[in-house]
Nanobody, 124 residues
Framework: QVQLQESGPGLVKPSQTLSLTCTVSGGSITTSYHYWNWIRQSPGKGLEWMGAIDYSGKTYYSPSLETRTAISRDTSKNQFTLRLHSVTPEDTGVYFC????????????????WGQGTQVTVSS
């Protein structure tokens, strides 16, 4: 059984960088052909796909966020990390990591495993 767990600060100040890590157990992040995604949901809005890193280490970003987003991985720890720069209060929401067979999906049924989500609030 694959499990994903997000970790990181719950409160970030405006203009700072948000850093979240997803730790994966029960399966390797290098296994073909899985894509490891970051998705968020802001209050009153639907799911927003942010970006992904695939089994080979290639990264994919949402066009609306790519100038502020970086995704990396540590295969020795079976983790992948999201960094979102220059955050504003509009970046407040619940952040999820999830596995899929591709990138860019915004529907839950496209993902087979999810983390529980972590609340991030951007406020001074």
């Amino acid at each position: 059984q694959v499990q994903l767990q997000e970790s990181g600060p719950g409160l970030v100040k405006p203009s700072q960088t948000l850093s979240l890590t997803c730790t994966v157990s029960g399966g390797s992040i290098t296994t073909s052909y899985h894509y490891w995604n970051w998705i968020r949901q802001s209050p009153g809005k639907g799911l927003e796909w942010m970006g992904a890193i695939d089994y080979s280490g290639k990264t994919y970003y949402s066009p609306s966020l790519e100038t502020r987003t970086a995704i990396s991985r540590d295969t020795s720890k079976n983790q992948f990390t999201l960094r979102l720069h220059s955050v504003t209060p509009e970046d407040t929401g619940v952040y999820f990591c999830a596995r899929a067979q591709g990138a860019g999906y915004t529907r839950r049924y496209n993902y087979d495993y999810w983390g529980q989500g972590t609340q991030v609030t951007v406020s001074s």
